[in-house]
């Protein structure tokens, strides 16, 4: 999987032309592409609706008058299709009676050109219809997306209700007991007792800070800072924060230990949160007594950085999956850590701000392996 960005210029509008007269086909495509426009065609009704199968014009000029099928009858089956029926179409006609030019409107044309036509019309008319399906695709896009973000929104909301209750539920409970039970209670319980409202005071901490950082990343809030900076500094971090953990849960932990002198340009705060959400991960869904490797190659192009586990992979379904907000898993975490379905997420997010390349190999039942490419060691 290669997330790196990657800017790509927009194609000039194809426009498609239908004629059966081979001179107004060259006619009108040497006027069109002086206007830089692409160019393709048919010579016929019944070739223009073959072809129009596997090409997605911007805009389609058709001939009325053509032999064994005319063209109200091409746009009468173009507007039939849904692959087709958005793309605008102008007649050209050397009719001009209002019931000839009512006919071509009701069969799906969105305007005529007389023949013989006028370049600067005809030029002026493809312009003007061409803005306005831009217009019209923006805001069918913008409604989507609209839509989406709604979508997504109450899916933050259910999960929030959902995964916020228990965790405060039980901190009301725990901190009801010792307030009710305060001339009581042995000191070891009370400490018990906190011992749990931090736990799941943490939980809540996670769920909110994922949410955030989420909406951070994606409203464009949060802009790669580029340094210079030590990989044995970001690893030592990983180290301190998770050997911990790793003993607690009986599972074994290497990191490698890079020279002082491997630097590499990044921003290490979001180089940090993506390793971070990784290496989370993998102690969070490994058994006791498995192993965790964090490593890291040179590359004569840049570095790699790999992150292996022994838990449970994934499978062809979850794959699908991994990437997504709110993605509920088949895996669960071994020791009633708490997963929000949005760190792979992150994740993901994260490598293509520091345009890095991400990918994995993984083995259900043997364990997993994140490799993360950057292109700028020094």
């Not at 086909?25 to 019944?46: H, P, T």
């Not at 389609?60 to 029926?85: F, H, N, S, W």
């Amino acid at each position: 999987m290669n997330t790196s960005l990657a800017v790509d210029k927009k194609p000039a509008p194809l426009i498609f032309l239908i004629d059966d007269v081979v001179q107004n086909l060259q006619v009108l495509s040497e006027a069109l592409r002086q206007e830089g426009f692409r160019i393709s065609g048919a010579g016929s009704g019944a070739a223009a609706l073959r072809i129009l199968q596997q090409v997605q014009p911007d805009l389609i000029l058709c001939d009325i008058m053509m032999p064994e099928m005319d063209g109200y009858e091409v746009a009468r089956r173009l507007k039939a299709q849904p692959e087709t029926q958005a793309i605008p179409l102008i007649f050209l006609t050397a009719r001009t009676e209002s019931e000839d030019i009512l006919k071509g409107f009701e069969a799906g044309g969105v305007d005529y050109v007389t023949k013989p036509f006028n370049t600067s019309e005809l030029i002026a008319r493809v312009k003007t219809h061409l803005e306005l399906k831009l217009a019209r695709d923006t805001i069918i896009e913008h409604t989507e997306r609209l839509s989406a973000l709604n979508q997504e929104k109450d899916q933050i909301l259910n999960l929030a209700a959902h995964d916020l209750k228990n965790p405060l539920a039980s901190i009301l409970l725990m901190a009801e007991m010792v307030q009710i039970r305060k001339g009581e209670l042995p000191p070891e319980k009370v400490l018990n007792y906190a011992d749990h409202i931090y736990q799941d005071a943490n939980r809540m901490l996670l769920i909110i800070t994922n949410f955030l950082d989420v909406n951070k990343i994606e409203s464009g809030r949060i802009q790669p800072q580029w340094q210079e900076w030590s990989l044995q500094e970001i690893f030592s971090r990983l180290r301190k924060g998770y050997l911990p953990q790793a003993e607690k849960k009986q599972i074994q932990l290497f990191i490698s230990e890079p020279e002082p002198e491997l630097k590499l340009k990044t921003d290490p705060l979001l180089l940090f949160q993506l390793l971070d959400n990784l290496l989370s991960n993998a102690l969070k869904f490994s058994q006791s007594d498995k192993q965790i490797w964090v490593r890291y190659t040179v590359l004569e192009d840049g570095l790699l950085l790999d992150i292996e586990d022994q838990g449970p992979g994934f499978n062809a379904k979850d794959q699908d999956l991994m990437f997504q907000k709110f993605a509920r898993l088949s895996a669960q975490p071994t020791a009633g850590e708490n997963s929000t379905g949005l760190g792979l997420a992150i994740v993901r997010r994260l490598a293509d701000m520091l345009n890095a390349e991400l990918s994995f190999t993984t083995e259900p039942g043997r364990g997993t392996c994140f490799q993360l490419k950057l292109s700028s060691a020094i």
